[in-house]
């Protein structure tokens, strides 16, 4: 049911009428109704809450005219199964106050289970699928070994990741238990959202492009690439990294149906070197959207050109949607890739 | 005189008989001496006082036996004589109390007059070239006009450079003029430092790798090409950027005879990508020297053995030295590449 939708066509490189187009963090403080549930519940609140959590996944499909919808959340959720005390601070992003630092502390990480850890993601999962009635594809994602690693050690986000390399490169045994359990972690969590009813995946190595090619097949790759070859065969999945221009031939190795790329590189020539036996999902400068509407029709027409008609590109932004992005401009610019992209 | 020395031979892509190797930033605050000399100065006292400035130019060549000075200051000095007034505040970078925002402040920027603006770097240049008596080459440096416009309008460092390119996109012209500006003074400043006995040149484009490769290529690189058309005639200019691994090769086209690249990225698939008609300065990963020496020989080996002993390889860290390394590591890098590489 609804396996034919342009977005879960394009996903396996089918031709479609028309190019599909979601965003990241479509569904976030850019948008109205969502501030406007924010003010009653906090941000994990609001994670944990099924109803909220299933509305506030619907909004850019009923607001945007999008061609998927992704379950609210964040890639950080199933890390509290783990026994790690998360949270998430206004405009400073997450925060973890026990990060890792020895191995002791990665012994004592437990691998989590879906069905007692996150609970609630799995029923709004549940929700959103009925309330879509297939109109359009759920998604469901993670995020993958490292990047998760990288704010189990930091605590949060940071300018180098000399700790996680400091653990990486000097207690290579360690690195390799920590990732092992953030794979085991990730498959059953990604496991349990398509058993739930998610369509695609999407897995987010936002960080990963903090590191050198030959760390990341060394270090990174196997780990990624047992999560994909896992649970990779049910459903289409995205892998999606940020700052990895230099080394997305990798990425592929790792695998994915789709490779995700930031707005850093030409989509066209990018695709052409990994070749097309991979689809490609991107890449509008998310600043784009704060520009006219002029501007942002040029800049989607280059992503299309750029992208060549060839079956297998789903239009997104490089990165998440700004905060202070116009509901309008997203909503001018969804509309742009569905009429200059219509054959 | 000096003109046969390793680094700049490497610059002109003749054969040496080892890779030579300086660091970004290899004047800091890792280093004892450093630290002393700005417990009696601040930062911008120390970049104003000739005597002090060319000591600290003259410290890791004495203690690191790297190939190449760097004279000591920061892209932003040649601000102040636009008008700007910059701070630094300890830990967060440079400030900028003024920022652009409009037309007028562009019209009010001021083009520099390097003997008045900034006598003390030109002296501080011709002090340090008495004390090398030729013994290693002395490089001159400016921030690229992209980069210094960027510190114009965001007053600082950003995440996303959003009204950079909110001005780049909405308000072409006053970005033209902007431009215009910034590359006629970078000319200038970059001429004075040549005529007072800077032997090779390197433009940090440092933060140019937030953009895509369109708006690059239109709104960018002619002001890149103008100042290094007008500069690289009579040393040689290595052009330094940072993301850039998805438009490398428009990096190149805006010119210089070597490409400095970061660490995201494989050496030698990237020069056989660009052409082996310019050289490349890279690319070592800064954390790698918070590890152990066996690590980080292993890193080194890695980028020599990339770099495949082509001629026009500068070896280098792909950004600044991170201020917790530990120096006796810096050392022991510098002996490693020229250990490893001798043939």
């Not at 850019?60 to 026994?83: H, R, T």
């Not at 995020?143 to 704010?151: E, K, N, Q, R, V």
């Not at 700790?163 to 290579?172: E, Q, Y």
Request: glycine share 10%.
């Amino acid at each position: 049911m609804g396996e034919d939708h342009v977005f879960l066509r394009a996903c396996r490189r089918e031709s479609t009428e028309y190019t599909p187009v979601w965003l990241m963090r479509h569904a976030g403080r850019y948008m109205e109704e969502y501030r406007d549930i924010r003010r009653k519940v906090t941000f994990l609140g609001l994670c944990k809450s099924p109803d909220l959590a299933a509305e506030v996944t619907l909004l850019p499909v009923q607001k945007l005219g999008v061609d998927a919808a992704i379950i609210f959340g964040d890639i950080l959720l199933p890390l509290e199964g783990m026994g790690i005390h998360l949270e998430f601070a206004e405009g400073r992003g997450p925060l973890i106050r026990n990060p890792i630092r020895e191995g002791e502390d990665i012994e004592r990480l437990r691998l989590i289970e879906p069905e007692e850890d996150v609970p609630f993601l799995l029923k709004a999962i549940e929700i959103v699928r009925r309330e879509l009635e297939g109109r359009v594809p759920l998604i469901g994602f993670a995020g993958a070994p490292f990047t998760l690693a990288s704010y189990l050690i930091e605590g949060g986000r940071s300018n180098d990741y000399s700790k996680t390399k400091g653990l990486m490169l000097g207690f290579p045994s360690w690195w390799h238990r920590l990732m092992e359990k953030l794979a085991e972690g990730t498959i059953r969590y990604l496991r349990a959202q398509v058993n739930r009813g998610a369509q695609a995946l999407q897995l987010f190595d936002t960080w990963v492009g903090c590191l050198n090619p030959g760390d990341y097949e060394a270090h990174v790759l196997p780990y990624s690439r047992r999560v994909i070859q896992e649970v990779g065969e049910q459903v289409p999945l995205i892998h999606f990294s940020v700052g990895t221009s230099g080394f997305l031939h990798l990425i592929k190795k790792a695998g994915g149906d789709v490779i995700g790329i930031d707005w850093h590189m030409d989509l066209g020539r990018t695709w052409e070197c990994l070749g097309y036996d991979v689809g490609i999902q991107g890449n509008l400068d998310p600043s784009v959207l704060l520009a006219s509407r002029q501007v942002i029709e040029v800049h989607v027409q280059r992503v299309l050109e750029s992208a060549g008609n060839c079956p297998g590109h789903i239009f997104n932004l490089g990165h998440g949607v700004l905060p202070e992005t116009p509901v309008e401009n997203v909503i001018f610019m969804v509309e742009t890739v569905h009429r200059l992209s219509r054959r």
